[in-house]
């Protein structure tokens, strides 16, 4: 073989060979681009939410915040409440009070279901059944029946409202200060087919549309920890309930192991108020009093999630490999522009708030279930 002809036979091979590996490298390549593909449809459409299925992972966003919203807006949030304590205008609170609900509300939903509360680990029992109980505890404090007309102050996308109707046969009116849930819980109490039990409007449960005596029964699950002022929300709540009637209420508050003098004490409380949008947490003995002072006669006064009850925050640590696999998750929707910018960092503070917790927890400087019953006396002034 002369030279020039070897010349064309190497030429030839290295083409052949260079088509060959292209060939391979783009099956390579498509295996892999679809095995990725199906991981992300399975973690976005079947892992989706934890509750079956409020809320995909293609369908996460900024609430009523449009797309370009988000961002500045989480910016605005996370500057106010960095140092809760801290806060000097009160009157702010509402207002980033709702933005954060407008940031969290979808990330809240498919990753934690639809009632945005904790509950006493039950051995044996889902955490969707934990939940429920925990619900329907409720119900049976109230003493609900079925007629009762109750309220829920601060209901979120309604998943509690939905439990107590459906174990009571009560109507149940919850408030929430933000458009974006109302919206979602009235789809979710049509979807339930107890929207003829449940009403969701939208306003701020520190000055709420219903004249005086008006209720049979109210409640919060973990939502007055959001008033600028305990009192006012209290004193509200004490306002549009009938006279001689109950009010339930969990708290999230400081146990008597909290020292204000511990710096990691300290550290763990400014970690929940800065990622739960609280103006500061109050203490266990401050919530009864206050209770007095508007009024209420205390019944119950106690911390359910003392022995025997079992943890309230395993739920959080068994969480943390979904964390990791939906903060990918969002960081991927986020980069292909279907999540809107900032939501990564919504999602990261939301992580760095459950490690506060699941501290706050491990340590029982801070409960989430704090019970008071109370009853507004019959013969109120």
Not at 321 to 329: C, G, K, Q, S, T
Request: glycine fraction near 10%; charged fraction near 20%.
């Amino acid at each position: 073989m002369n030279a020039a002809m070897e010349a064309v036979v190497v030429a030839s091979s290295s083409r052949w060979a260079w088509r060959w590996g292209g060939m391979c490298w783009g099956v390579i390549g498509t295996a892999v681009a679809g095995g990725v593909a199906a991981a992300l449809y399975w973690a976005m459409c079947i892992a989706g939410s934890a509750e079956r299925r409020g809320k995909r992972a293609m369908e996460l966003g900024g609430g009523s915040l449009s797309r370009a919203e988000v961002a500045g807006n989480y910016r605005e949030y996370a500057t106010f409440f960095e140092k809760p304590k801290q806060i000097k205008k009160l009157d702010n609170v509402p207002k980033l009070v709702d933005t954060f609900y407008n940031l969290v509300t979808d990330i809240y939903e498919w990753g934690w279901g639809q009632s945005f509360h904790f509950s006493p680990a039950v051995p044996g029992k889902s955490h969707r059944d934990q939940t429920r109980l925990h619900e329907e505890m409720v119900a049976d404090l109230l003493q609900l029946k079925a007629g009762h007309k109750v309220l829920d102050a601060g209901c979120g996308v309604g998943g509690p409202m939905r439990a107590i109707a459906a174990h009571s046969g009560a109507n149940v009116v919850g408030v929430t200060i933000n458009d974006y849930q109302v919206a979602r819980a009235r789809n979710h109490n049509k979807k339930a087919h107890l929207d003829h039990l449940c009403e969701v409007i939208c306003g701020n449960f520190l000055q709420m549309p219903f004249p005086a005596d008006t209720f049979d029964g109210a409640y919060s699950i973990e939502a007055t920890c959001h008033a600028p002022q305990l009192r006012d929300v209290y004193a509200e709540i004490y306002r549009v309930l009938k006279p001689g009637q109950l009010y339930v209420t969990y708290e999230w508050v400081t146990t008597p192991r909290y020292c204000a003098d511990n710096p990691e004490h300290v550290e763990i409380m400014h970690g929940i108020e800065h990622g739960d949008a609280l103006p500061g947490i109050r203490s266990f003995n401050q919530i009864g009093e206050i209770a007095n002072e508007v009024g209420f006669e205390v019944l119950q006064n106690r911390d359910l999630a003392l022995p025997p009850a079992h943890p309230w925050w395993t739920r959080l640590k068994m969480g943390r490999l979904a964390y990791y696999r939906n903060h990918l998750v969002i960081a991927l929707l986020s980069f292909l522009g279907i999540a809107p910018q900032g939501i990564v960092e919504v999602h990261e503070m939301l992580f760095k708030t459950a490690l506060d917790l699941t501290r706050g927890g491990e340590t029982g400087i801070f409960t989430p279930m704090h019970l008071l019953v109370c009853r507004k006396p019959a013969a109120s002034q």
